[in-house]
């Protein structure tokens, strides 16, 4: 999973004593991708450090790093809240994307084949789960396992460059895209034949073709922005992520 932890944890984990700011503020932005805090849903200090087992003044100081990755919003007097993406925010948000996903893939052609198939092992793994659901989607637990795939094979694809800042950059950016899905007026929903999108990128990145393979990924991405905000004329294979799958109240370990 993007957060580093497995994508079939129902909550947010009670936090050790001897854990850093760090595992504090990973456990915050879990909670964040997972949909356990929706967009612009405040953030309860006392509570979440509570559930967390950590003190408030930890807890305020890992949520100020989010704040700085924009997945928080802090108002005077208002305290924090989870930041929102609103759809005019999307070509941004892609374009953006765009930059971090493309210099990645240039890395990968760029390599010697049989380096390119050895760093691409995890994204070719995450692909073919993805195309086991299309396959058999009565092995489906939920639409929205497609949705994590997807954005695992992005950021997977990433981190195969090997470029610490890129697979930083792209962690905060696979939150975001999280946060568009789960803000969307229309409801989270989620294409379930990306997976053809993805393996053709693919077959051009172990190919060689860097170019051939952005060129792809624009297209990708100029498409996922009309269907979200309602532009895209092509009808595609969509599914609806139940509310009771993204989002949850904040409440005690346990519950």
Same mark, same amino acid.
């Given at each position: 999973?993007?957060?580093?932890?497995?994508?079939?944890?129902?909550?947010?984990?009670?936090?050790?004593?001897?854990?850093?700011?760090?595992?504090?503020?990973?456990?915050?932005?879990?909670?964040?991708?997972?949909?356990?805090?929706?967009?612009?849903?405040?953030? #309860?200090?006392?509570?979440?450090?509570?559930?967390?087992?950590?003190?408030?003044?930890?807890?305020?100081?890992?949520?100020?790093?989010?704040?700085?990755?924009?997945?928080?919003?802090?108002?005077?007097?208002?305290?924090?809240?989870?930041?929102?993406?609103?759809?005019?925010?999307?070509?941004?948000?892609?374009?953006?994307?765009?930059?971090?996903?493309?210099?990645?893939?240039?890395?990968?052609?760029?390599?010697?084949?049989?380096?390119?198939?050895?760093?691409?092992?995890?994204?070719?793994?995450?692909?073919?789960?993805?195309?086991?659901?299309?396959?058999?989607?009565?092995?489906?637990?939920?639409?929205?396992?497609?949705?994590?795939?997807?954005?695992?094979? #992005?950021?997977?694809?990433?981190?195969?460059?090997?470029?610490?800042?890129?697979?930083?950059?792209?962690?905060?950016?696979?939150?975001?895209?999280?946060?568009?899905?789960?803000?969307?007026?229309?409801?989270?929903?989620?294409?379930?034949?990306?997976?053809?999108?993805?393996?053709?990128?693919?077959?051009?990145?172990?190919?060689?073709?860097?170019?051939?393979?952005?060129?792809?990924?624009?297209?990708?991405?100029?498409?996922?922005?009309?269907?979200?905000?309602?532009?895209?004329?092509?009808?595609?294979?969509?599914?609806?992520?139940?509310?009771?799958?993204?989002?949850?109240?904040?409440?005690?370990?346990?519950?």
């Amino acid at each position: 999973m993007i957060t580093g932890q497995p994508s079939s944890a129902s909550g947010m984990a009670r936090v050790q004593r001897s854990s850093t700011i760090d595992l504090i503020t990973h456990q915050l932005r879990k909670a964040i991708y997972e949909g356990l805090l929706m967009p612009g849903s405040p953030i #309860h200090e006392a509570q979440a450090a509570k559930q967390l087992g950590v003190s408030r003044g930890s807890l305020r100081e890992s949520a100020q790093r989010l704040v700085q990755d924009g997945l928080l919003v802090s108002s005077p007097g208002q305290g924090m809240s989870v930041a929102r993406v609103r759809p005019s925010e999307l070509k941004e948000l892609y374009a953006t994307r765009l930059v971090v996903e493309a210099a990645a893939i240039r890395v990968i052609a760029g390599l010697p084949e049989a380096e390119r198939a050895h760093r691409m092992e995890a994204a070719m793994a995450v692909l073919a789960r993805l195309e086991r659901f299309a396959a058999s989607p009565e092995a489906l637990d939920s639409p929205r396992s497609i949705g994590d795939a997807d954005l695992d094979f #992005h950021y997977e694809t990433v981190r195969a460059a090997r470029n610490l800042r890129l697979e930083k950059y792209m962690a905060t950016l696979a939150v975001e895209t999280r946060l568009a899905s789960l803000g969307s007026p229309a409801g989270y929903i989620i294409r379930t034949d990306v997976h053809r999108a993805h393996r053709e990128r693919l077959e051009a990145m172990l190919a060689g073709d860097g170019e051939g393979a952005v060129e792809l990924l624009r297209h990708h991405f100029r498409d996922t922005i009309d269907r979200l905000t309602g532009a895209l004329r092509t009808p595609v294979a969509t599914a609806l992520v139940p509310v009771e799958e993204s989002g949850h109240e904040l409440g005690p370990i346990g519950s």
